[in-house]
């Protein structure tokens, strides 16, 4: 758990990259980056070189990759800023891949829309288990989406 | 593209496997492994350990990852086996984590319900494009699903 007690939102991002890269060989190996968090949204970001595939493009698997991740911090953030110690899994995901990226990427998640937090965390204190959608988008330089994904997590108050 | 005159499906499995690791840089993070091939079913494997997640489970970047492979490696040795040069690409992916997993894992890809290479390969010559649908499973030892995906991919005929 990141201890975020008076920490700034770029603290937190800096935080939760270290976490992800200590205990997921994977972001590691894509040398993730955390960008950008402002507590409603985390950016994600990875270099293209350890992520290519065949045809020198992003690969699809560090597409779905980083933008799991970032679904996955955005819920993370939110449960250690209020102090809660949970599992957080990911249970099913539907992922567009738009258009090859043949640059250095980020993934911008958000809570999906009708998503609210506070449903999210009354839920948890109630039942000790609760669920959020999220939507991600991995956009190009003008703006348009290569790539987006919509997720199922639940997260899991530890005993 | 694979050399596939006269090889036997295992050799096919393993020029497959050299391709992925020559190619895609997280493929080796994964430690890919192409298990089996009958020219129906792809089956991809993965180790655990360079696969975990912050739980000491599989990562579901890592299963993601693996399924795409096995999807796209069957269709790829397929058009290899015509001696035709293509690229091809997955298009959206519909992933449901079902199960924690905590071993070694390897995921299996078939055509989805309906789909023939034969049709494929006729929208191939006619086209130079042609789309096919996947399915993909990572069983757990019971035979019991830990993870599907459902995938589309489209191949382009080089010029």
């Not at 008076?6 to 800096?14: D, E, I, K, Q």
């Not at 955005?74 to 949970?86: E, N, P, S, T, Y």
């Amino acid at each position: 758990m990141i201890n975020v007690v008076g920490a700034t939102f770029s603290a937190l991002a800096a935080a939760l990259e270290s976490e992800l890269l200590a205990d997921i060989p994977l972001a590691r190996a894509m040398a993730l980056k955390a960008s950008a968090y402002d507590g409603d949204s985390l950016t994600l970001a990875a270099p293209l070189a350890p992520n290519v595939n065949d045809k020198g493009c992003a690969f699809g698997g560090s597409l779905a990759s980083l933008m799991t991740l970032a679904g996955w911090g955005l819920i993370k953030l939110a449960v250690d800023a209020r102090a809660l110690d949970c599992d957080i899994y990911v249970q099913d995901s539907s992922i567009r891949y738009l258009a090859p990226i043949w640059q250095d990427f980020a993934a911008v998640a958000r809570p999906a829309a009708g998503e609210s937090f506070d449903d999210f965390f009354a839920a948890l204190a109630a039942r000790g288990k609760a669920r959020m959608s999220v939507h991600c988008v991995v956009p190009l330089a003008d703006g348009a989406a290569a790539a987006t994904l919509d997720a199922r997590f639940v997260a899991f108050v530890k005993r």
